[in-house]
């Protein structure tokens, strides 16, 4: 039987699984300044250090006969902190067969949106939606999300 692991997030990084602080991308900060991560700092777990999260999380990868990322971004990411997997990750984008679009009859001046995922902090989209539901509305445009 074979182990595959799906970077579904980024939780084999970083227990802040999405690499947002305070509304603000880390950009792996842990790489470069391991004492001013934000993981060390909060020790918002049991594990001592982001070193000590990582190396565990090294393990377990090292273990596994598949990894599998969803996007050529995530790969990459993943690869800035364990370059050694780099040809053992192999990318399939998420598909989207099992979804039945059909054209939506809407009125002029009428928008509808669908969001797929979480955008709940801001630098995931949620400034960006309350800012065009602002727009629409000072602009009459009904909007349906």
């Known amino acids: 039987m074979e ?9 084999c990084i970083c227990p802040g699984i999405n690499l947002i602080w305070n509304n603000t991308y880390c950009d792996l900060k842990c790489l470069r300044e391991k004492t001013n991560c934000h993981f060390n700092r909060r020790r918002a777990t049991s594990y001592k250090s982001i070193n000590y999260w990582q190396n565990s999380w090294h393990k377990f990868l090292s273990f ?4 599998t990322a969803f ?4 790969k990459e990411l993943i690869c800035r902190v364990y370059p050694e997997f780099k040809n053992k ?6 598909t989207m067969l099992f979804c039945n679009y059909k054209p939506i009859n809407t009125q002029k001046d009428e928008l509808r949106i669908g969001i797929i995922g979480a955008v709940h902090e801001i630098l995931k989209g949620e400034l960006i939606i309350k800012e065009f539901q602002l ?10 999300i």
């Open 3 to 11: 182990l595959e692991y799906l970077f579904h997030d980024f939780h």
């Open 64 to 67: 596994c006969d598949k990894l």
């Open 71 to 74: 996007s050529n971004s995530t």
């Open 89 to 94: 990750i192999t990318i399939r984008p998420h």
């Open 135 to 144: 727009y629409c509305k000072t602009r009459k445009i009904k909007l349906f």
